[in-house]
């Protein structure tokens, strides 16, 4: 192996309150019925496909324009929330794995849904820990789809077989088998059976690369 892939929201940093305060912001608005559950199911998906999902509660028909719109107003919010965070939001236990994991020779990469990574990274000031990023900015489909996990090995160079995916979705951990890689589950992932391995920490990240230096 010499790549490693890593989703960033749920993996790397947690922002899914702000997603969920910015979407709820936006139905509160326009009388969407939103909540966690609801939320739940946004998990790993485009901006477009969660507007989709919220929708089915709206009993209206909206053209393409007005959810731009939509999605405009869910990201500015969003964006606006996300000016609080600084690195205290990354554990140290992040920072260090990702460090040795480095120091051992294995290429790093995002390969996110979101087309607010790069501004996240630098916000919590890592984004010169990883050699190359994948988002939503350079994607045409979301997980479950494997495009995003690919486009990150190409970028840094890497057959998709020699790549790791650490993912915390459900539809990620899909992603990455669909696209031939080892996937390892953290979080809500951790109890997938599609996952090759689960991780209970992040640290534990280095046991598993140890398994293929």
């Known amino acids: 192996m ?4 890593f989703d960033l929201d749920g993996v790397i940093v947690f922002t899914d309150k702000f997603h969920y305060q910015a979407w709820k912001q936006m ?16 998990r790993g998906v485009s901006r ?7 929708l089915e ?30 690195s205290a939001d990354v554990s140290d ?5 990702l460090q040795t994991l480095r120091n051992q020779g294995f290429k790093l ?15 919590v000031g890592l984004l010169d820990a990883f050699d190359e990023i994948s988002d939503g900015n350079n994607i045409t489909l979301s997980k479950p789809d494997p495009e995003v996990f690919l486009k990150a090995a190409e970028y840094m160079k890497v057959e998709p077989k020699n790549c790791i995916v650490v993912e915390d979705s459900h539809a990620g951990i899909y992603a990455a088998k669909a696209a031939g890689m080892i996937a390892v589950g953290i979080g809500d992932a951790s109890s997938y059976d599609k996952s ?9 990240l ?8």
């Open 2 to 5: 010499k790549g490693f892939i």
């Open 48 to 54: 477009a496909e969660s507007l989709e999902i919220i």
């Open 93 to 97: 236990e992040v920072r260090e794995t």
């Open 27 to 42: 139905c509160d608005r326009i009388g969407i019925y939103f909540d966690e559950t609801i939320n739940n199911r946004l």
């Open 196 to 204: 090759d391995y689960s991780l209970k920490s992040f640290g534990e």
């Open 206 to 213: 280095l046991d598993i690369a140890l398994k293929y230096k």
């Open 109 to 123: 990469a995002i390969g996110s849904s979101s087309k607010n990574a790069r501004f996240i990274l630098e916000k």
């Open 57 to 86: 509660k709206y009993e209206g028909t909206l053209t393409e324009v007005e959810k731009a719109k939509l999605m405009e107003e869910k990201n500015g919010i969003y964006r606006e929330r996300l000016t609080t965070m600084t």
